[in-house]
């Protein structure tokens, strides 16, 4: 009757710890939207304005690899359904993320290209956002090959799944610290001073983190759901 209780107290916390997470994360997506279309003069990849060609690149990176990855890590945690269909919704999640993060990552060079030729990956944030994108995608090749197809054995799955665990929500962290030094960065660059886009700016950083948060709580309380 103990074990019940405490497994019951556990799924309650862990669904509205999830609810939390996906009210920071759609405020997260809705700040850094207001950011880029009202302050930054919008998104396009195609434009001949090389910040709007910009702009395409931290929409893109936060919406694959911080809210897309952190749903992903939420589905298969922590929605009722079979396992195989968890799995499937969670390698989906993580395979869009790196498609829109190859188109973002794209951008970047483009912009630096539009900027006579700027030179690339020479900051703290490029990085960590390179290292990590190079990471999501070795992560997502091994958890594809080891949990979906060919399928490693038995074993070798028990083996692997703690690390690829651990490693996916490192890599959730790792986006998050390349979104807020990319927020900064730009904020230097943009020589802003204490006003309503500062804010803004200083908001997104901060709602992101508290998503990302809230992502990992969810799934350390979401193993007493099933």
Request: aromatic share 16%; proline share 2%.
């Amino acid at each position: 009757m103990y074990s019940d209780d405490r497994t019951s107290m556990y799924q309650g916390s862990a669904s509205r710890v999830t609810i939390l997470a996906h009210l920071f994360g759609i405020l997260s997506l809705i700040l850094i939207l207001v950011w880029l279309l009202h302050y930054q003069g919008g998104l396009e990849y195609d434009s001949n304005d090389a910040n709007r060609v910009f702009n395409v690149h931290p929409f893109l990176m936060f919406f694959g690899f911080i809210f897309m990855a952190g749903e992903g890590m939420m589905a298969f945690n922590t929605v009722e359904a079979e396992r195989k269909v968890r799995k499937f919704i969670h390698m989906t999640f993580h395979l869009i993320a790196i498609c829109l993060g190859i188109v973002g990552i794209k951008a970047v060079f483009k912009f630096h290209d539009m900027m006579n030729n700027s030179p690339d990956v020479y900051s703290l944030h490029s990085w960590i956002g390179i290292s990590t994108f190079t990471l999501f995608c070795l992560q997502w090749l091994i958890g594809f090959a080891s949990f979906m197809f060919p399928q490693a054995s038995v074993q070798t799955r028990a083996r692997i799944l703690p690390w690829h665990v651990s490693g996916g929500r490192a890599l959730l962290y790792m986006a998050i610290c390349a979104a807020v030094t990319g927020l900064m960065e730009k904020a230097t660059f943009l020589q802003l001073q204490h006003n309503h886009q500062t804010r803004v700016i200083n908001f997104t950083g901060l709602f992101i983190l508290l998503f990302g948060l809230f992502v990992d709580l969810s799934i350390a309380l979401a193993r007493y759901r099933f």
